[in-house]
């Protein structure tokens, strides 16, 4: 009669009972379930908080649904998978085994692997998102500080303004220069409040720059208290530490020198000291276009905070995506051993030594003998002689004698 199940040998038949192959499978359908409940696990917890806060009762219920759906399933899935790897002997038998444990890791590895990634290289992710975002933020405060250097070129061009009309005055009042009479009160008058201008802007010039260089000043060291933060993993301080760098780094790139400059352009250039009042403006306005060309726009980055799970996706380390795979893949690993290790030479070497032993019910190959029909053989103890009365029953014999 021919073995319905041709192909594998019967896993829990007494020729597998207390052997090798019977003690690896039971540790492989261990790994396997631990590989499902793990699995289970991550599905679940890693969905709660995003199933959690939307809308709907059955929300609450909803992630336990699922995780308790794939752990059983993939359980189920390699508890049989593992099964049929054990009791596998054909080169074909064993490709379909293999390929149905492949796609077991792979459902196992998808549904899991970035929630288990996450608990082991989540931190460290986190922390390279923090320390990317404190390398932008660094280079964004050097570019200020560069506008500002540049813009500093436009104090001393104010005070080259104010100098020369104070000249022009001094000269206007002893000489004429300007209106041709000595004393001209009117034209005096106007190239000194022009010249008393341009020093009010260049102190305010000098006073904005001070500022700008306090407020770079606090930005580094809140970029300074950032990056100890990172090294403590202390994210609500790091979360403090860039905000009060990022408010002080726009502050300071809303200061603009030239600005301030061009409003000297304001000054009353009426009367008879126009002319050189306005050479004097038409130089400061010619030195901050030619300056505005060098300054960068400058945009600050904004932090958003990432947990571990969107983190390792966004700044994916090999490690621990590599450990949170081989989780999910130690039942193949245990199906390879398998393959590889019970092939067809150790299942006969297995059922030679199981047909030393009587013949179980389970067992499909009976006698040839048994299934024609004829009696089966006697065995040691129906073939022993029956003893006679006298010889059953020895002490009533020699009461009778």
Request: net charge positive; hydrophobic share 45%.
């Amino acid at each position: 009669m021919q073995n319905p199940r041709e192909g594998f040998t019967d896993p829990w038949s007494r020729k597998w009972q207390e052997t090798p192959a019977s003690r690896t499978l039971v540790l492989a359908r261990f790994v396997g379930l631990f590989a499902a409940a793990s699995a289970g696990l991550a599905v679940g917890l890693g969905s709660y908080t995003d199933i959690v806060a939307s809308d709907g009762p059955a929300n609450f219920i909803l992630p336990f649904v699922i995780a308790i759906a794939v752990g059983v399933g993939l359980g189920a899935g390699w508890h049989l998978v593992l099964g049929m790897g054990a009791a596998a002997r054909t080169t074909e038998n064993r490709i379909a085994t293999l390929a149905l444990g492949l796609g077991l890791a792979v459902i196992g590895a998808g549904t899991s692997a970035w929630f288990l990634a996450a608990k082991i290289g989540g931190s460290s992710a986190i922390q390279t998102h923090q320390q990317a975002y404190l390398k932008e933020l660094n280079t964004a405060e050097r570019a200020i500080a560069g506008n500002l250097s540049r813009e500093r070129v436009l104090i001393a061009v104010a005070g080259r303004g104010r100098n020369a009309l104070e000249s022009t005055a001094k000269d206007e009042g002893q000489f004429g220069a300007v209106s041709g009479k000595s004393g001209f009160a009117a034209v005096f008058s106007a190239l000194k409040n022009a010249a008393g201008g341009l020093q009010d802007t260049q102190a305010e010039l000098q006073r904005q720059a001070d500022r700008a260089d306090n407020l770079l000043s606090q930005a580094r060291q809140s970029i300074e208290r950032a990056g100890q933060a990172i090294s403590d993993a202390t994210r609500a301080e790091f979360e403090k530490a860039v905000g009060s760098a990022v408010s002080r780094l726009g502050d300071a790139n809303h200061i603009r020198l030239s600005d301030t400059l061009l409003s000297a352009g304001d000054v009353d250039a009426s009367g008879p000291a126009a002319s050189n009042i306005g050479d004097v403006i038409d130089g400061l306005r010619r030195s901050v276009r030619s300056l505005t060309t060098d300054i960068r726009s400058v945009s600050i980055p904004t932090y958003t905070p990432m947990d571990g799970k969107a983190a390792v996706v966004a700044y994916p380390q090999a490690l621990p995506w590599l450990m949170a795979i081989l989780i999910e893949c130690l039942p193949l690993l245990m199906l390879c051993i398998m393959l590889a290790r019970f092939d067809g030479q150790d299942i006969e070497l297995v059922n030679a030594n199981a047909s030393k032993a009587a013949p179980h019910r389970d067992d499909y190959e009976g006698d040839t003998a048994t299934q024609a029909g004829s009696p089966a053989p006697r065995t040691a103890a129906q073939a022993r002689p029956r003893r006679s009365r006298r010889h059953q029953n020895p002490s009533r014999d020699r009461r009778a004698a």
